[in-house]
């Protein structure tokens, strides 16, 4: 048998995106690395959270990138993209 070797850890941009805050304080939030598209839901307490965003160096999505997260998992759990937006887009 053989030693598989592991591909490194991409090492890029960490994202967080507060989806939610529970009753108990607990914020519900996407985390991913590289890519904003590819996350993990994950809950922690607020000051934990706050420790875990500064320990990964985390920056927190704008309101933009979030648009186009949405818009990918509709995509994908639709069968469709999403309308495009002509407003920012000159077009022919």
């Known amino acids: 048998m053989t030693a ?3 591909q490194p850890v991409n090492q890029g941009t960490r994202y967080v995106r507060i989806t939610g805050i529970t009753r108990g304080g607990f ?5 991913s690395i590289g890519d904003p ?5 994950m809950i922690l307490p607020k000051q934990a959270f706050d420790l875990f965003c500064e320990e990964q160096g985390a ?3 704008s309101g933009t990138q979030a648009a186009a997260v949405d818009a990918d998992q509709l995509k994908w759990r639709d069968g469709h993209a999403a309308p495009l937006d002509t407003s920012s887009t000159s077009l022919p």
């Open 59 to 61: 920056v927190h999505l």
């Open 4 to 6: 598989r070797r592991l």
């Open 27 to 31: 914020v519900e939030f996407q985390f």
């Open 37 to 41: 598209t590819l996350y993990l839901d």
